[in-house]
Structures are given as C-alpha cells and as structure tokens.
C-alpha cells in the first residue's frame, strides 16, 4: 500500500460563491499520484503549473475542493488533528521559514520535541542526534539560523522535519536556492534519509536535472495537470507527452550534467 496518496485533487482558488461566478482559478486539475515508503516521486513543471499548491494540498496547508489525501491507506480529514499533521512534514525552499530567527537551532529543535510530549533532558539528546543525522555538528544547535551557511540552514530545516518522526516528506524546491555543489549533497542527504528512516518523499521541483538525479517515479505538471508520469529512466528515456519533450529538449545540458 502506498504511504502517500493523492487522489484525485483539484485546488482551486478565488471565491466560488453564488453571488461570484467566473473569479475561481483551478490550480490544481484533478491529480493523483502515489509515493511509496522510501520512495522519492518528483514532480516537476513550469513556474504556475501547480506544483506548490499541491504540495500544500497534500500536507494540510490548503484545502482541497475535490479528491482525498490517504495517508498510510487512511484517508486525511479536513481538518487535521495534530498528530496527523505531524505524520507529514514540509520542507520549504527558504529554510528560514521553518526556523525561527531569534532561537537557536537547538532551541527550535528541543522545543518542537518537547511538543511531542518528551522530557527537556531528552529532547536535548534526541536534537543532538537529529543534528548529526543530517550531518551538522553539534555546534550548530547553539547557532541561530542567520548564522549558517544556506545549505547548513537547510539541513537544519530537514532535521527540524524528522522531529516529529514523519512518514511523508513534502520538499518543496528545498535545493533551487542552494549554490550547484551544496545542492547535490542536501539531495544525496534526500536520498539517504528516504532510505534509511523509509521516508515517502514528493519533490517538487522545475529542475529536470534534480529529478533525474533524485526522483524514482516522476509526474508532469502543466497547467494543473499530471500530463505524463512513471518511472524517471522511462520518461526520461521515451516521453509521450509533446509537453514533457518540450521540457526534455530544452534542457540540453542534461546529460552532461548528470553523467
Ligand atoms: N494564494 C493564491 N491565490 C490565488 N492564486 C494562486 C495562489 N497561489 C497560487 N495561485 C495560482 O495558482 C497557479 C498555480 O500556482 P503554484 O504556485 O501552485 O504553481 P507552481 O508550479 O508551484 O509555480 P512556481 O514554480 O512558480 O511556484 C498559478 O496560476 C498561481 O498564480
């Protein structure tokens, strides 16, 4: 059984009330698709296509108008309670986001786990391994998150994620403001932890080269449509969609890039 479900989603925004006909915008049209444990599913399509707002969908932070979230086979209600929530986590790409700016990373991480019901004494060994688990040292728990490197900030972001022991991993963009080369190791980090913790991982991106390197199944975007998905080799290899070969052709350097 899959451990991410998503079923049939349609996101539409604007008002649709009786008295506003023609102001709604369907961002979303009707998708599905599926992430297995330790799976890593790309999704990828041009700026407005409606990859965030998919994601956002499938953690809780929008409501979707049709279609359902299953989670672990069970379906996710409207509103989610807070340990729903805390099955499925978001990693953004402004880590700044999911960091408070005046606490410490240690801080952040040892209060979220305190939330969880653990004890100080605890929390404070389990942020040690967290912190050491997406490869920082220990010295950046007393750091505050202006103080790190991006890609150190956003590894601080992902430990901040595994805190609450999630199931499903939405990474919305999380490398496209990272340097080319701390890039590649929070994507093998990615990879990694997908792995080892059998972590479901849906990975938005506009980047063909990221999927290529990191996504085992792929869904294409376009216009709040999935125009073509399958296995990345397959539709990298013989894409059907005129779409995706647009994509594909105009990225030439692909190749090169990931050989
Ligand atoms: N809060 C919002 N209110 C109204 N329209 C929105 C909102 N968020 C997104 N949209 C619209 O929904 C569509 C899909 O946007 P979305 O951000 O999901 O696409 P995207 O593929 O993630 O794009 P990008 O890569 O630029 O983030 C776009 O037309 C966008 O303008």
């Not at 969908?57 to 279609?67: E, T």
């Amino acid at each position: 059984m899959p451990m991410l479900e998503i079923d049939d989603v349609s996101v539409t925004y604007g008002r649709t009330g009786r008295f506003t006909r023609g102001t709604a915008h369907l961002a979303v049209d009707r998708v599905s698709l599926t992430v297995e444990r330790g799976q890593i599913v790309g999704v990828v399509g041009e700026s407005g296509s409606g990859k965030s707002s998919l994601a956002k969908a499938a953690v809780g932070l929008i409501r979707p108008q049709h279609g359902e979230i299953r989670l672990g086979g069970e379906v996710l209600p409207r509103k989610r309670p807070r340990a729903v929530r805390r099955r499925m986590q978001m990693v953004f790409q402004d880590p700044s986001s999911a960091l408070n700016p005046s606490l410490t990373v240690g801080q952040v991480l040892v209060e979220l786990l305190r939330t969880g019901g653990m004890d100080r004494s605890a929390a404070r060994s389990r942020a040690v391994d967290l912190i050491d688990r997406v490869g920082l040292s220990s010295s950046a728990l007393e750091a505050k998150p202006g103080s790190l490197s991006g890609g150190q900030r956003q590894r601080a972001s992902i430990a901040r994620a595994l805190a609450t022991e999630p199931e499903v991993i939405v990474a919305d963009e999380p490398t496209s403001a990272l340097d080319v080369s701390v890039q590649a190791t929070v994507l093998n980090l990615l990879r990694e932890l997908a792995e080892s913790l059998g972590l479901a991982v849906l990975f938005i991106t506009h980047d063909l080269g990221v999927v290529q390197r990191l996504c085992d199944d792929v869904a294409v975007m376009q216009k709040g449509r999935v125009v073509e998905s399958g296995s990345t080799a397959a539709v990298f290899e013989t894409p059907s969609d005129p779409y995706t070969k647009q994509l594909l052709a105009s990225i030439p350097t692909i190749s090169a890039r990931t050989s």
